[in-house]
Nanobody, 124 residues
Framework: QVQLVESGGGLVQAGGSLRLSCVAS????????MGWFRQAPGKSREFVAA????????DYADSVKGRFTISSDDAKNTVHLQMNSLKPEDTAIYYC?????????????????WGQGTQVTVSS
């Protein structure tokens, strides 16, 4: 079992930055691929970024490439999402997720464990 707790959300003006963190508790954190997803009001959940268990592979949604960076710190059981040049369309609840499958995937149904989410609001 893995428990995930996100933090770092908030209200920021367009062009600003936020850094989301996801702390995992439970055993064998380093064996999971980790991802960030988001869900805006009235929209379905969408992939944002993911990092493989050995941090060798990262992937990003086209909408955030060049602006967001995902990183992991196995020693602290933490995954971060650095978000720069934020836009109003980035407003959503952001969820951290972990997948234990061997294959690295950006599909949300591949992820087993989910955090409770943290709200990010970007004002224009």
């Amino acid at each position: 079992q893995v428990q995930l707790v996100e933090s770092g959300g908030g209200l920021v003006q367009a062009g600003g930055s936020l850094r989301l963190s996801c702390v995992a508790s439970g055993r064998m954190f380093g064996t999971y691929h980790m991802g960030w997803f988001r869900q805006a009001p009235g929209k379905s959940r969408e992939f944002v970024a993911a990092i493989s268990r050995n941090a060798a592979i990262t992937d990003y949604a086209d909408s955030v490439k060049g602006r967001f960076t995902i990183s992991s710190d196995d020693a602290k059981n933490t995954v971060h999402l650095q978000m720069n040049s934020l836009k109003p369309e980035d407003t959503a609840i952001y969820y951290c997720a972990a997948q234990s499958t061997i294959a690295f995937s950006i599909i949300d149904t591949s992820y087993t464990y989910w955090g409770q989410g943290t709200q990010v609001t970007v004002s224009s």
